[in-house]
């Protein structure tokens, strides 16, 4: 690249990169590993890995790895270490392949499986401490509080899509993901002191920035529960609800019928006249790699979650017009101490 001008040198190295990046897919694809071009990922960080001088500088990243495998335990077993994959140009404008093999923390970011993109994650914490006489009555007291906690599933739904590739979640990131509609359907338990059982509950929220992102909060915020409930146990179900994820100051709550039901990834949930959302299970990658992963993950209390396609999504309220169809961006879940966690699909 010496003949070309220097400001003129990053252009020709990215799409240089792009004929490097459809070489790696292709080969992946031929050998069943599982590869995300990047253009989000931390430059400087990398930069400084790499111990570049001031006159390369990195293009894109390329992740590739194994795709992880399901046990019957449902824990996930995530490739060891992944390949970052650059192309770096020097100041002479000779360009240079460089791949970086990074070990995986621990934990790691889990990727799906691209062979069966209907699979689920339980989150799993394992400590090991010594328990001494007093505690483990104290612990055995605290069990059987929170036994009464409600349990149940949820559907989030957002504007972006959850399981997708590198490109695609780069650029929905900073234009879409600014609506999430999230509906909880409880199968037992209290709060406050009032029996949520067999009720529903659900929360519409807009923001200014991508709500999928970890810690994002929205700007507006609506909650609807059934209609006719006394007022005790009205507010109990709104104070669940607000518990489950910060919502904003002045929020309104509206009465609505709430519709939730589900067979295996394929639910119907309706609020009034305001939501109708139907979901159904991801298709499978016909190469077997296809380069997407999970970006995200719920933004509320979870025990388990799988992502599915919104089927049919419509939302009409008096400031939005929000309808998707075909795409994954739902999250199936379920919450609380729930004994069937883990059992989304059955």
């Not at 780069?170 to 234009?175: D, I, K």
């Not at 999230?182 to 929220?205: C, F, M, P």
């Not at 077997?288 to 009409?316: M, N």
């Amino acid at each position: 690249m010496t003949e070309i001008l220097p400001e003129e040198r990053r252009l020709y190295a990215s799409v240089d990169t792009g004929f490097i990046g459809r070489n790696v897919y292709l080969f992946c694809a031929s050998v069943g590993l599982a590869t995300v071009f990047r253009g989000s990922f931390d430059f400087p960080k990398l930069t400084r890995t790499l111990k570049l001088p001031d006159q390369q500088f990195v293009t894109f990243a390329q992740t590739v790895g194994y795709p992880p495998r399901v046990s019957a335990t449902r824990r996930w077993d995530s490739a060891s270490s992944v390949v970052v994959a650059a192309r770096i140009i020097h100041g002479d404008g000779v360009p240079e392949n460089l791949a970086a093999r990074v070990r995986a923390p621990a934990p790691a970011y889990y990727t799906l499986p691209t062979s069966g993109f209907a699979a689920r994650i339980a989150t799993e914490r394992i400590t090991s401490v010594k328990i001494f006489a007093g505690v483990i009555s104290i612990f055995l007291v605290s069990q059987l509080c929170s036994a009464a906690e409600p349990f149940g599933e949820f559907v989030e739904l957002h504007s972006c899509d959850l399981y997708t590739g590198g490109c695609t979640a780069s650029a929905e990131s900073t234009l879409l993901g600014r609506q999430v509609f999230r509906a909880w359907s409880i199968e037992s338990g209290a709060w406050n002191g009032q029996d949520l059982t067999h009720l529903k509950v659900a929360v519409l929220e807009t923001g200014s920035r991508n709500l999928a992102e970890k810690g994002a909060l929205g700007d507006r915020a609506e909650i609807f529960v059934p209609r006719d409930l006394s007022e005790a146990k009205r507010e109990a179900l709104v104070s669940w609800a607000a518990a489950q994820h910060p919502l904003p100051r002045g929020t309104p709550v509206i009465e609505a019928e709430i519709v939730y039901k589900r067979s295996r990834q394929e639910a119907v949930v309706t609020v009034g006249d305001t939501v109708s959302l139907t979901t159904m299970a991801i298709g499978r990658c016909s190469s077997g790699a296809c380069g997407q992963s999970l970006w995200y993950e719920p933004q509320v209390d979870h025990s388990a979650f799988e992502v599915v396609a919104s089927r049919t999504s419509k939302i009409r309220d008096a400031t939005l017009f929000w309808a998707d169809h075909d795409r994954p961006n739902v999250f199936l879940a379920s919450f609380g101490p729930n004994p069937n966690a883990g059992q989304l699909a059955d």
